[in-house]
């Protein structure tokens, strides 16, 4: 079977629907027929300012909704990235062969230093991108399952693979992308033309998965629109619109064709409050789930536990082929 590896930072309290759209449920997807490999990127999480006790918290919060969507520790291998020392071990090696002026060009760094000024941005931040692409080589998977904004990272994970390759001796696979088109790229309700994110999108903006139900069907009623009263899918001229389609389409796999013909001659109002029962049934019963999982932190530490076994047994084998490529003397 073939293999899938993505990753999640654990930086919000909840995740949110471009989360769940853009990646999450293909993982789910994922599970029937390939190998997975699902972690929760805490190591990624302290690149930018953090409290110590909200991230602890945070990532049992993400493996309790990992587990509520339908990851299943039975197929899939699902753990936390600090518990697996490999990831930042074959950071270092992919770091020595990455060009400064290369780690430079990657746009979320210049996107997320410039909040706070570029000397003022670790140079983890400056690195994350060759972290993500370690956290994805170690695995040596087939596809990786994420949203629009990643495409750029995993180009330079496929440049760093093959570069390894080719001066030391073939030990990478070159990972393909898995985005799907239709939802790679779910926008902020409030200003439709930007994604939505959990650092950018103003609360409005974003329907996370853990909010109170009826939270989110308010959201989903203020979302921004048009003036044109038309409904029919435009992303160009109607993104407001089509975002809502997209987000009514993928919950409840009818399509925007189909949705769109339904609509048309109807106001914004029918369609919002339409989609707002379609969220409030599919988040009700997943908020419970996550609830009732985070009751038991035993299992859960127990489940990543087990998932990080899974992991290092790939990750080992993987970085004693590099250790030795590239000429490290073997332990004895
Ligand atoms: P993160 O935690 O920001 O997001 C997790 C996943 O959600 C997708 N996503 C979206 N998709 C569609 N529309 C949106 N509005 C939207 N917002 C977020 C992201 O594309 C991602 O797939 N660097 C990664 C985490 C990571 C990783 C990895 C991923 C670390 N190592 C290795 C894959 C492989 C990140 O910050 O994702």
Known sequence: RPRVLSGIQPTADSFHFGNYLGALRQWVDLQRDHQPFFFIADQHA?????????LRERTLRAAAQLLAMGIDPARSAIFVQSQVPEHSQLSWVLQ???GFGEARRMT?????SAKQGEGAASVGLFTYPILQAADILLY??????VGEDQRQHLELT???A???NHRYKKTFRLPEP??????????????PTSKMSKSASSPGGIIEMLDEPSRSAKKIR???TDSDGEIRFDPEAKPGISNLLTIYSALTARSVSDLAEEYSGRGYGDLKKDLADVVVSFVTPFRERTLELLDDQTHLSQVLQQGADQARSVAEATLRDVYQRVGFVARS
């Open 140 to 145: 040596r998977p087939h596809y990786v399952p």
């Open 162 to 164: 093959q570069r390894f």
């Open 158 to 160: 496929r440049d760093l």
């Open 108 to 112: 979320q760094f210049k996107d997320k």
């Open 96 to 98: 020595c062969l990455t």
């Open 178 to 191: 898995y985005i799907l088109k239709a939802t790679a790229k779910i926008a902020d309700l409030q200003d």
């Open 46 to 54: 302290i690149t930018v300012e953090h409290d110590p006790k909200v």
């Open 222 to 224: 203020s979302a921004v």
